[in-house]
């Protein structure tokens, strides 16, 4: 199942990198907290990790590595834009829960 990025968020990811110069693709994965729990990392790549994984999507590489991949499997990363703010959203089949201010999740 892994990790699927939608157009619109592999379209802004490739502009990240354009711009930015280099890079084998963006990073997804969690770190330890907020209220809930879990947060979303995400990050450009230069050097792969051993235990990294690679989906790849609309021409765009998303790196997880193993220990995220447990709380991640089936997420969908999407870019939208919502009147004045924009941004990416997760939609994660795992999140049991999050915070009221949306920083942190629970699986």
Not at 87 to 92: D, L, R, S, T, V
Request: charged share 25%; aromatic share 8%; proline share 1%.
């Amino acid at each position: 199942m892994g990790v699927s990025l939608t157009e619109s968020a592999a379209n802004r990811v490739r502009t990240f990198l354009q711009n930015r110069g280099k890079g084998l693709g963006l990073r997804l994965g969690v770190k330890t907290s907020g209220c809930s729990g879990l947060a979303y990392v995400l990050e450009f790549v230069d050097e792969m990790n051993e235990d990294d994984q690679v989906f790849e999507q609309h021409g765009v590489n998303v790196i997880v590595d193993s220990k995220s991949l447990v709380y991640l499997q089936g997420t969908e990363l999407d870019f939208v834009k919502e009147g004045l703010n924009e941004g990416f959203k997760f939609h994660n089949p795992n999140k049991k829960d999050e915070c009221g201010c949306g920083e942190s999740f629970t699986v």
